[in-house]
């Protein structure tokens, strides 16, 4: 079993930054591919960005590209998103997720289903 608590959500101004942490717990991470999820309000929850088991490969949905990044520090068990140039379309819950077998082929991690632990999320919230 893997814990997950997210941390560092808040509101943050358009244009700003927001750190995200999430620890993990029970399980070390260097095992498991890792992920960040979102869901706004009325919406399904959908894919940002991930980072693979060993080789730390990342990956991003398109609307993040170039201002999110994620990253992972195996020795304290955490993994963190980067927000950069914040707009009000990034308000959300963000949720981490962990598996040990999901694999980065086409869409495929896309799919929340394919995600076997989850935090309980952090609400993020830009003001325009």
């Known amino acids: 079993q893997v814990q997950l608590v997210e941390s560092g959500g808040g509101l943050g101004p358009a244009g700003g930054s927001l750190r995200l942490s999430c620890a993990a717990s029970?399980?070390?991470?260097?095992?498991?591919?890792m992920g960040w999820f979102r869901q706004a309000p009325g919406k399904e929850r959908e894919f940002v960005a991930a980072i693979s088991r060993r080789a730390g490969i990342t990956f991003y949905t398109e609307s993040v590209k170039g201002r999110f990044t994620i990253s992972r520090d195996n020795a304290k068990n955490t993994i963190y998103l980067q927000m950069d140039s914040l707009n009000p379309e990034d308000t959300a819950v963000y949720y981490c997720?962990?598996?040990?077998?999901?694999?980065?082929?086409?869409?495929?991690?896309?799919?929340?289903?394919?995600?076997?632990?989850w935090g309980q999320g952090t609400q993020v919230t830009v003001s325009s």
């Open positions: 029970g399980r070390t991470i260097s095992n498991y591919a």
């Open positions: 997720a962990a598996d040990p077998n999901v694999y980065f082929s086409g869409t495929y991690y896309y799919n929340t289903a394919v995600w076997e632990y």
